[in-house]
């Protein structure tokens, strides 16, 4: 069997397919990286913190959909808010939740 050898006529070809793999493993490692976060409030008020829904770490915005229609089930009848946010982190000092996109269910 002969081994397969790569050979490239110059520098320039190794160090842009190098560029290109990095790229592509930037863009594969940044969509995993993606977090989704589910807020919930029962009867719509918002101020009532300790009676929030908070489901974190989901994996994309369906499964984030997916929590609400659960938690649904369980307040139903009632005038429910819901959000969900992506890539969303606690500011301590604030105590708040700062995503960088949220959408309203």
């Known amino acids: ?3 397969l ?10 160090i842009v397919i190098f560029i290109v793999v990095l790229i592509v493993c930037f863009f594969i490692i940044k ?16 101020t009532c913190e300790s009676e ?7 994996k ?13 089930k369980i307040y139903f009848g009632k005038d429910n808010k819901s959000e969900c946010g992506k890539n969303c982190k606690l500011d301590k000092k604030l105590n708040l939740y700062i995503c960088e996109i949220t959408k309203d269910y």
């Open 31 to 46: 969509k995993n990286n993606l977090k989704w976060t589910m807020f919930y409030y029962p009867d719509g008020c918002l």
């Open 60 to 72: 994309s915005e369906s499964e984030c959909q997916r929590q609400i229609e659960f938690n649904d």
């Open 52 to 58: 929030w829904v908070i489901a974190d770490n989901l």
């Open 1 to 3: 069997m002969k081994k």
């Open 5 to 14: 050898k790569l050979q490239f006529k110059n520098k320039r070809h190794l």
